[in-house]
């Protein structure tokens, strides 16, 4: 699959389900009270970091993403049931950009652990059915709340790769090969400049089974830090690096 590093998405959560006028009608009690149950909740979206996951890929194929709206509330005191959640998994070491209306992007969560979770857009409250309204003064409201609305956002997602172990080097430095070398990856090896396009990941074992994870990061030139080359938008995948390792040839 594509490595993909960054997508811009709409999220929307669902609206809250609208409470329910109804009135106690039963065989011997032909002028009950207004029974009407409220709404369910609307459902949030959010966001769940996954070790199983390498790319954003399927997030550019897809722009937006809508939970289920609450449904409505019921006679004899019944509410409506909540809509479910929508779970949108992304690879761990994903950072989520809130973007305002001006453009300005403000940093809303970075999932850096397997199973991280953030509500991004929180579903709508259900409303208020009309037995909440009855009073000494109104007996038999026949009115009740609608649903709150949802929250709409535009969201940037941005994956920084999380390794143990960053390479770096020049262009056909060896640092493909290398990591083919120590690992089970099986990153693509040509002798021409700029053959890796993308970071590739390989796991090392030690002997007590603890795993070490290597990144290739695709070649740096002179003036990368400025955008030279492939330039910075690689450099931040050795952010996270606890360890970098330059291979010269």
Do not use: W
Request: aromatic residues 6%; hydrophobic residues 40%; proline residues 5%.
């Amino acid at each position: 699959m594509r490595f993909v590093d960054e997508a811009v998405i709409t999220a929307r959560s669902g609206k809250g389900g609208a409470g329910c006028v109804s009135f106690r009608r039963e065989k011997f009690i032909p002028m009950g009270g207004p029974d009407g149950g409220d709404g369910g909740k609307g459902g949030d979206v959010v966001f769940q970091a996954s070790d199983n996951l390498l790319t954003l890929y399927d997030l550019r194929l897809k722009r937006v993403y809508e939970a289920k709206n609450g449904k409505g509330g019921m006679g004899r005191q019944r509410f409506g049931p909540a809509a479910s959640d929508l779970v949108v998994h992304v690879p761990t070491g994903t950072q989520i950009f809130d973007i305002a209306e001006d453009g300005t992007q403000t940093l809303a969560a970075d999932l850096i652990r397997d199973g991280q979770s953030f509500v991004a857009c929180k579903g709508g409250r259900g409303g208020k059915g009309n037995m909440h309204f009855a009073s000494a003064t109104m007996r038999a409201p026949r009115f009740a709340q609608p649903g709150e609305p949802g929250e709409e956002k535009r969201l940037r997602l941005e994956l920084k790769v999380l390794a143990d172990v960053g390479i770096i080097g020049l262009p056909n430095a060896g640092k493909s090969t290398f990591i083919a070398a120590v690992s089970h990856a099986k990153p693509k090896i040509a002798p021409y400049p700029f053959t890796t396009l993308a970071p590739n990941l390989g796991v090392i074992e030690d002997d007590q089974g603890r795993r070490i994870v290597l990144a290739d990061i695709p070649g740096l030139i002179e003036g990368a830090h400025q955008g030279q080359g492939l330039g910075h938008r690689f450099l931040k995948h050795v952010e996270r690096t606890r360890v970098l390792l330059h291979l010269m040839s």
